[in-house]
């Protein structure tokens, strides 16, 4: 790789990249120890091939939780304690509120209400949402929203209008495996930003974007998924400033900006956006609850257009009585109650969680969270993710491993802890058995399986 890099006159890094693409791509094949080689050609169709196979290929590069799924599915067993998994807290769940504003909906709402309606959104729920941005800055009017049939399909939508297996995606690292399965479905090309503590790190997106001049930038800036980081305003305005020198798109994933716990979040980069290259997405998931299946996006311009076409052909609009019972909740005084407490609920947790790991990993540099429901705990030189997932699901907790959150699926061993769904007795009994699962680094050296074989 070295003398490749030398003879092209580029960095290592971009060979090592063109290697990993070319060999997701199956045009090479890497052996440990031994070196890459050529793939032998593809075998040709038989004319009796069956054509109405999928392609399995392009769905193969979209499973990026698919060993994982299958592995926390093995390791459950009754008595056994998820960490895994990052789901908000049912007992947060305003249902009563919400049931209520659905009888209300059916109730006071005329029948023209049910009909077929606008692919973008109820219009009240729209202009609740732009509200909601308007007041941490941005210009947002209730006609630059697209209601969404979750996040998930934001971010599906964008990469409808924008990507393709030509493009390059420019992302923070680690980020949320979700977003990330949608790009590889397009068959993108990932470029990753390094981040602190404090979430990506400013100089490193301007290395990427000069270096590399990607069509996109996601973001996830505020609970970031995996870290729980908190990206401040100072640095959203100058990442704009960046995207506008260097010509590119910003995705910022604004889900969980109302579960900060030490201070109000801060501005969203679309604050500082003059010429409609950040497009927000949200999912109301983890502040409310996920059977909403409500999500948006905030896009202006002529991205705006394609998106609105994008999501007539994906589902021609989501569901109205969901939308019209969401903007009776969020307009009643239940909606800042329930996000009280929620807030309050977490940070109880988040704390007794950070106690627990203290206590039974004292080695861990756990970065506590100023908002969301994960931690990210990095292993020790030598432990594997592998081997430390194994451990721990032989202890009876579960644990998500790293690589899915990785844009590359490769990165230093690592594990996602999520604290928001159990009880604080439960997280501490959680956090006991990984202790005595990974105990110190150094013993752990000598546990059989927690090893690395060999040092990669
Ligand atoms: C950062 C982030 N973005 C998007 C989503 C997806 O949300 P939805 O349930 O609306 O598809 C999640 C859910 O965990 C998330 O954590």
Request: net charge neutral; proline share 7%.
């Amino acid at each position: 790789m070295r003398d490749l890099a030398r003879d092209l006159a580029c960095a290592l890094v971009t060979v090592s990249q063109a290697y990993e693409l070319l060999s997701a791509r199956g045009r090479v094949i890497s052996r440990v120890g031994k070196g890459t080689f050529v793939a032998p050609p593809p075998q040709t169709e038989s004319p009796f091939s069956r054509r109405w196979e999928p392609d399995v290929s392009r769905f193969a590069r979209a499973q990026r939780l698919d060993g994982v799924m299958e592995r926390l599915t093995r390791a459950t067993h009754p008595g056994a304690i998820s960490l895994a998994t990052g789901h908000p807290a049912p007992e947060t769940f305003p249902l009563q509120d919400f049931g209520r504003a659905v009888h209300r909906t059916l109730l006071d709402d005329p029948p023209e209400a049910m009909q077929y309606r606008s692919s973008t959104g109820d219009t009240q729920l729209c202009e609740t949402l732009a509200e909601l941005l308007r007041g941490r800055g941005a210009r947002a009017q209730s006609n630059d929203i697209i209601v969404c049939s979750g996040a998930q399909q934001a971010a599906d939508l964008v990469a409808t209008v924008l990507l393709d297996d030509r493009s390059v995606v420019a992302s923070e690292s680690p980020t949320y495996s979700g977003t990330l399965g949608v790009f590889d479905a397009r068959g993108v090309t990932y470029v990753e930003v390094r981040s602190d503590d404090d979430g990506v790190r400013v100089d490193d997106v301007e290395r990427v974007f000069s270096e590399y001049r990607p069509r996109l930038f996601y973001v996830n800036p505020i609970a970031q998924n995996p870290t729980g980081a908190v990206l401040p305003a100072r640095r959203a305005k100058q990442i704009v400033a960046l995207a506008r020198r260097y010509d590119v798109m910003v995705l910022e994933d604004q889900t969980g900006w109302q579960l900060t716990y030490d201070a109000p979040a801060p501005q969203p980069l679309a604050a500082f956006d003059t010429d409609g290259r950040v497009i927000v997405m949200e999912s109301l998931s983890k502040s409310i609850f996920p059977a909403l299946r409500i999500g948006y996006l905030y896009a202006r311009g002529a991205i705006a257009e394609a998106l609105e076409v994008a999501k007539v052909r994906a589902d021609v609009f989501t569901s109205t009585l969901t939308q019209r019972a969401l903007w009776r909740f969020m307009n009643s005084p239940a909606y800042a109650r329930h996000l009280r407490s929620s807030r309050a609920l977490y940070r109880d947790r988040r704390d007794a969680f950070l106690d627990a790991l203290a206590t039974y990993l004292p080695w861990s540099a756990v970065r506590p969270p100023a908002a969301g429901v994960n931690v990210w705990l990095p292993l020790p030189p030598r432990i594997s993710t592998q081997g430390a997932f194994d451990a721990c699901a032989r202890e009876g907790v579960l644990v998500m491993p790293a690589e899915p959150f990785y844009p590359t699926r490769t990165g230093p061993p690592a594990l996602r802890l999520s604290f928001g769904h159990i009880d604080a007795a439960t997280a501490r009994e959680g956090a006991r058995r990984m202790g005595a699962a990974l105990r110190d680094p150094v013993e752990a050296r000598e546990l059989n399986g927690v090893v690395r074989e060999q040092d990669e």
